[in-house]
Every structure is written in C-alpha cells, then in structure tokens.
C-alpha cells in the first residue's frame, strides 16, 4: 500500500488534531515504499541482482568502490540497454579517512583519425545515432581500474566474478529491462555482431527469460586477468582495432592505447544549508548547480509543490540554465588556447551567485519565455546510475552509459558488449567549443551528484536520462530541502521534465517557441491549466522522467537510508 494511501486510512481512527497533522503528511508523501535503513552497508541500483552483488562484495571484506565495480559490471550484462564496458564513466566519492570528495572524468575521445573536414567533405551536417561514426574510446574499464587503484581492497578478479559467474550461467531478465531491449533490436540489428550477440533468434529476451553471455564472460575474465591493459592495449584492442577497419569505422589500436582518464575536483554551490556537488564539464553537471542558484532567490517556504509557483519558475531557470549548457559546456582540453585555468575560470563563474542573480532578473514571473540567450560569460539518452556505502563511511556516487539506446550498435563478434554512441553529441560547426575534434571528448550528459552538510557527507544521489539528468537532481534537491521529503518521497514525487532548449550538439535549432513542457502524473488539472496561460506548451509523454538512486547518512548515528527508483527494475538494500 503507497505510504499516502496507509496514512489517510490511519487519519479515520486519530483525533482530529493527529487526523490534522496525518492528512499534511499525506498531502505531500509521495513515497511507493518506504526507506531502506541500515548500518554495515547499502546499495542502491537499477537491477536487485546487481544490488545483491554488491552487498556481497562489502560482507566480503570489500569497500564501496568495489562494491560500485561490481554492480556496474553486473548491470552490464543484466542491463546492457543503458550501459556497459563499451561505454563512459564518471564518479564521486566520499572519503572518509580524508574527510573529502574525489571526482573521476572516466569519458573517452574521438578517433584521432577522424576529423571536421571528412565528416564536411562527406556531406553530414550531424554525426548520425548508431553506427561506426560516433564511437569514441570507451573509459568505463579505465574508470574501473582508477577507482580500484585509488580505493578498492578486493582483488578485481573478485570483483568481477560475480558478473563473470552470472554471464555464463544466466539471469532472467527483468521487466523494464525488456521492454527497452525490445525496442532496440528493430533498430540496432543492422549493425555487425549486435543481432548475434545480443537477440535470441532476432528477437529481444522476454521478460523472466533466462539470457548469457558467454562472450562479455570471457572478456571480463581477460580484464580480471590482465588488468585494464588487457582491454586498452592486448588482444581486445587489436580485435576491436580489426573490426572498425573492416565495417568503415575511425576507432584504433592507437586511440585505446593512448586512453586515460582523469581525476577532477568536484564543484559545488550552496543551496540554503547544504552543498550540492557535481563535476565539471565537459560533463552537465554544473546545469544543476545553476538552476539551484537561480532559485534560491525565490522563498519556497511560501511556494507549495508542485503549485504553478514552483513549477513556472523551476521551467524558466532550467531554460536560462540550459542556454548557457548549449553555449559553454564543453572539453576543458579545447578551450580556446587550451588554457585549463580559463576554463575553470568560466566554471566559477557560471555557477556563482553574483552570475545567478543578474541571470535571475530575466524571469517573468508570470509568463513563459519563448527565447532565452546564454550570458555573456566572457565578454533520451540511456544510462545506469548506482550508489554504494561500506560500514568505514566511504559513499560511492557512480553513473555509466552506452548513451542513446543500447549504444552505437557496434558489437565485435566474440566480445560481448556494444560500443557508445557518445561521438553523437560534437557539433559538426567550426568554432563551436564541443565542435568536432581529433582526440578530443564530447559533450556529455551523465553526472553523479553529491550533497553535504556542515562538511560531512549528506546523500549520494543521481538521476539518469539525458537533459533530465540536470532538471533532476535539482528537483531531487529541491524536495529534500525546500519541501522536508524524505528520500524515497524525493525520487517518487512526480517530476517536472523541460525539452525543446538550444541543444549542445547542434542538432537543435535555437529554442524559439519555449519549448514544450512534459507533467509527470500526479499534478493538479488547475494548475495545468494555469501555466497554459502563462504560456507553457504541455504535451503528454511517456518516460522521459528519469530513473533515480540515493544513499543517505545519518552524521550522528552513522545509520544509512536507502531509495530506488519507482519507474525502474530496481532496489535499494543493505544489511
């Protein structure tokens, strides 16, 4: 029974001032289940058998990182519709025994054998969704070995056995799963190796339908072997080398060889009495910070959930926020000289409360714009999130993703996995800072997000989906701290999805309309109505709201809460 549903039924048998008290909790409880607690550990992933592999490796002796290794490359096999070893990685992670955050950039760059004027001399005008041409070098592996490097304890053979385990002996696959999957094969079978690896005679495993991969077991069995090297610079390499050369692809030996990935600083802001943490670009991480900088501005103290208020002023600082996501975010490596300092110099600057207040003036409170320009600063994506916790206080924030779909399509026979289809998002327009490059990283749309408290770790969160992914973590953060949710009411409460703003890649013309506005079920027709007249587009959509994960930690007691997403397979658990 859904918490709100327990807690009228409850207010039949209170006195009218507990019936009071009961019915303003049931008016803002929003929660399909309740919070997971417990003390030596917590997982939360998008796949319970996942969730279960984690908690394994942690009452194994492993740290969280281990842990989030292991669940990563579970989802993999389980769900290889949102990610898997051909495609990025990012991460944060709590510390405790440095009392800080660390932040990891694990994406991968264009072929260096690839260039602005082939794409030009050939006729595209956008790098094409599937296929050889928007692969990049895939960084998950090296993001594993980083991480490990850095805070694992276990063997990494440990680590990956239960996926090597589970890919050869099988899984049966899990609803939401399936449905995507389904989805994916009319479209991605064309490509060579995909139908062979990844359909049961042409067709999508069924939901509850036992699936293996025997090919994914035998490279994960050569990386646990071998180490990251294995897969960047030993036989994987030379295979996959071989396969983009025979199916008119960029992707070499060379370019996997020379992959590294990077520790960044994580960024933060301050949101009333929180920090709110997120990498910096060329990732979008920092498009929430501004939509929560924009806001703060706004007492929503006064401003219910879900009333025209909030959801007007939420839109038009995630349009402001997104014009300049479409104009600035980008490669720091290919910033105009290559001058590391002024593109953190640009960050800063984007996400400060100075730039917050003059950007906040250009809201009109009672009506939509229709066109928003980026500041002069200087003058559906598919993706897995998961978070971890150990009984030491280290908090795993971990996304990954294939991007668009189950990917590229690209599947080299005997391999197992399919590679990204990241190169996508470059613009094929000289000057532009995310215009195509050798060597260069794209544009990307998957973020783990962190919040603290008085300098101790608060909540390990994230919520994938493409441009959702900003909107949401705002929103995540808005019903932690403005409206008192608790976690699981965080990730439940219906959501608030924005499309139509300029988009990065350039596949988008310039927002001129004010793009359209999607409502999650659950709220109000009068409020509908409203902003119509305000002059919001509302359309109806089906699933782009996002799938959401958390761990929380109780400073005082050390106790660990856990949520999982409603719209997914998924499952928070701990022991």
Same mark, same amino acid.
């Given at each position: 029974m859904r918490l709100f549903a327990a807690a009228s039924l409850l207010a039949l048998f209170l006195s009218p001032l507990q019936a009071t008290a009961v019915d303003r909790i049931s008016d803002r409880s929003f929660a399909t289940r309740s919070e997971v607690?417990?003390?030596?550990?917590?997982?939360?992933?998008?796949?319970?058998?996942?969730?279960?592999?984690?908690?394994?490796?942690?009452?194994?002796?492993?740290?969280?990182?281990?842990?989030?290794?292991?669940?990563?490359?579970?989802?993999?096999?389980m769900e290889p519709t949102g990610n898997g070893i051909g495609g990025d990685l990012f991460a944060i992670v709590w510390d405790p025994k440095t009392g800080k955050l660390h932040g990891y950039n694990g994406s991968g760059r264009s072929p260096k054998g690839l260039s602005l004027q082939w794409f030009q001399e050939n006729g595209y005008a956008d790098i094409p969704p599937h296929g050889p041409l928007p692969v990049t070098v895939p960084g998950a592996v090296d993001g594993?070995?980083?991480?490990?490097?850095?805070f694992g304890r276990l063997p990494?053979?440990?680590?990956?056995?239960?996926?090597?385990?589970?890919?050869?002996?099988?899984?049966?696959?899990?609803?939401?799963?399936?449905?995507?999957?389904?989805?994916?094969?009319?479209?991605?079978?064309?490509?060579?190796?995909?139908?062979?690896?990844?359909?049961?005679?042409?067709r999508a495993p069924r939901k509850g339908e036992l699936w293996k991969n025997p090919n994914l077991a035998g490279t994960l069995s050569a990386i646990a072997e071998g180490g990251r090297d294995a897969f960047y610079k030993?036989?994987?390499?030379?295979?996959?080398?071989?396969?983009?050369?025979?199916?008119?692809?960029?992707?070499? $030996?060379?370019?996997?060889?020379?992959?590294?990935?990077?520790?960044?600083? !994580?960024?933060?802001?301050? $949101?009333?009495?929180?920090?709110?943490? *997120?990498? !910096?670009?060329? &990732?979008?991480?920092?498009?929430?910070?501004?939509?929560?900088?924009?806001?703060?501005?706004?007492?929503?103290?006064?401003?219910a959930f879900g009333s025209v208020e909030h959801i007007h002023l939420f839109? *038009?600082?995630?349009?402001?926020?997104?014009?300049?996501?479409?104009?600035?975010?980008?490669?720091?490596?290919?910033? !105009?000289?290559?001058?590391?300092?002024?593109?953190?110099?640009?960050v800063a600057k984007l996400i400060s409360k100075d730039y917050a207040a003059e950007r906040r003036e250009l809201i009109d409170p009672q009506r939509?714009?229709?066109?928003?320009?980026?500041?002069?600063?200087?003058?559906?994506? @598919?993706?897995?999130?998961?978070?971890?916790?150990?009984?030491? /206080?280290?908090?795993?924030?971990?996304?990954?993703?294939?991007?668009?779909?189950?990917g590229s399509g690209m599947a080299p026979p005997g391999l197992g996995f399919i590679f990204q289809d990241r190169g996508e998002q470059f613009v094929l327009k000289p000057g532009h800072p995310n215009s195509f490059?050798?060597?260069?990283?794209?544009?990307?749309?998957?973020?783990?997000?962190?919040?603290?408290? @008085?300098?101790? !770790?608060?909540?390990?969160?994230?919520?994938?989906?493409?441009?959702?992914?900003?909107? /949401?973590h705002a929103q995540i953060v808005m019903n932690l701290v403005d409206f008192g949710m608790n976690l699981q009411e965080a990730g439940d409460a219906p959501r608030i999805h924005h499309d139509g703003s300029t988009d990065p890649a350039g596949q988008l013309s310039e927002m001129s309309d004010g793009g359209v506005l999607n409502l999650e079920s659950g709220f109000g027709y009068d409020v509908q109505r409203e902003l119509a007249k305000r002059g919001h587009r509302l359309q109806?959509?089906?699933?782009?709201?996002? &799938?959401?994960?958390?761990i929380a930690r109780d400073p005082a007691s050390g106790v660990y809460a856990g949520a999982s997403e409603s719209r997914k397979d998924g499952q928070a658990a701990g022991y």
């Open positions: 607690f417990a003390t030596q550990a917590m997982a939360a992933t998008s796949h319970p058998l996942a969730t279960q592999v984690a908690l394994d490796v942690m009452k194994a002796g492993g740290s969280a990182v281990d842990a989030a290794i292991a669940a990563n490359a579970a989802l993999g096999l594993w070995f980083a991480l490990h490097g850095r990494m053979a440990e680590v990956l056995a239960p996926t090597i385990r589970y890919a050869r002996e099988g899984h049966p696959v899990h609803e939401v799963i399936a449905y995507y999957w389904d989805r994916s094969v009319p479209v991605l079978s064309k490509w060579p190796g995909f139908a062979e690896q990844f359909t049961i005679d042409g030993g036989e994987i390499a030379r295979r996959i080398d071989a396969y983009f050369k025979a199916h008119g692809g960029f992707l070499r $030996y060379e370019d996997l060889a020379a992959h590294e990935g990077e520790w960044v600083e !994580p960024v933060s802001t301050r $949101y009333r009495d929180v920090d709110v943490w *997120e990498l !910096p670009p060329n &990732g979008q991480g920092i498009a929430a910070l501004q939509i929560l900088n924009i806001l703060e501005g706004f007492d929503f103290s006064k401003i839109v *038009e600082a995630k349009k402001l926020a997104f014009a300049d996501r479409a104009r600035w975010y980008a490669d720091p490596d290919f910033f !105009p000289g290559a001058d590391r300092k002024a593109a953190e110099a640009l939509a714009a229709r066109a928003v320009d980026a500041g002069k600063v200087l003058n559906q994506g @598919d993706t897995i999130y998961l978070t971890t916790a150990d009984k030491d /206080g280290m908090m795993v924030s971990l996304i990954q993703s294939n991007y668009r779909g189950m490059a050798p060597g260069k990283r794209p544009f990307h749309t998957i973020i783990p997000a962190f919040i603290t408290r @008085d300098g101790k !770790p608060w909540v390990s969160f994230g919520l994938m989906g493409g441009a959702m992914q900003p909107q /949401g109806v959509a089906v699933g782009p709201f996002g &799938g959401y994960q958390a």
